[in-house]
């Protein structure tokens, strides 16, 4: 086990190499991902609004991205790797005999299902809940897949249940399709990611 005098050393580290490899050639995608306009809300996210509306009707008056200390990034950490160890990966179909339903997942879950479970959890631990955005992108086999979007002073971070690692959004291999908006928790946005041109089809994991 490390010591806390270890891991603040560890993190700091790691944000030292965030902020290098989110600047190192001007070739390379900003840390902070563009956003255009408003879009379609994913049907999972309408249903879920449907019964959690008080989560889907939270109004943000302006962007609220937080100062990514070591203290901090052991939080999300901690919580990506918690979730992502205790919920057992299983689609919809398997859990609830239907194609898409988001829900926060006790042992099990998709997806969807694991992002609303981290994102709650850091909103207890007192993470902004505009800095906190589920979002849509497609893997490289063409499979929609849903990440959680943490705004921070180094970058748009993200938290997968696919990669153990946390990465700036630039540094995966996803294509950013949209995500919640940062300002309307029941709002979406569309994300210009500037890297590839696929075309968006069925987002479902």
Request: glycine share 10%; net charge negative.
């Amino acid at each position: 086990m490390f010591s806390g005098t270890i891991k603040l050393a560890l993190g700091a580290a790691i944000l030292t190499m965030i902020s290098i490899a989110g600047y190192a050639s001007q070739s390379r995608p900003t840390p902070f991902m563009a956003i255009g306009g408003k879009t379609s809300q994913p049907i999972g996210h309408y249903e879920f609004c449907e019964t959690h509306r008080d989560e889907c009707n939270v109004k943000s008056a302006y962007e609220e991205r937080v100062r990514l200390t070591a203290e901090r990034w052991n939080e999300l950490v901690g919580v990506n790797n918690k979730v992502n160890t205790e919920i057992r990966p299983a689609t919809d179909m398997e859990l609830y005999g239907r194609p898409e339903f988001w829900t926060y997942p006790t042992t099990a879950g998709d997806c969807e299902d694991l992002v609303l479970l981290k994102r709650r959890i850091l909103q207890e631990k007192g993470w902004p809940t505009g800095a906190l955005l589920i979002t849509v992108v497609r893997q490289q086999n063409g499979d929609g897949h849903a990440v959680l979007t943490v705004l921070t002073d180094r970058g748009d971070l993200i938290l997968d249940n696919l990669e153990g690692h946390i990465l700036v959004w630039s540094e995966t291999e996803y294509e950013y399709i949209k995500r919640q908006s940062e300002y309307d928790t029941g709002g979406w946005v569309s994300i210009d990611d500037g890297r590839g041109n696929l075309e968006v089809g069925s987002l479902r994991n």
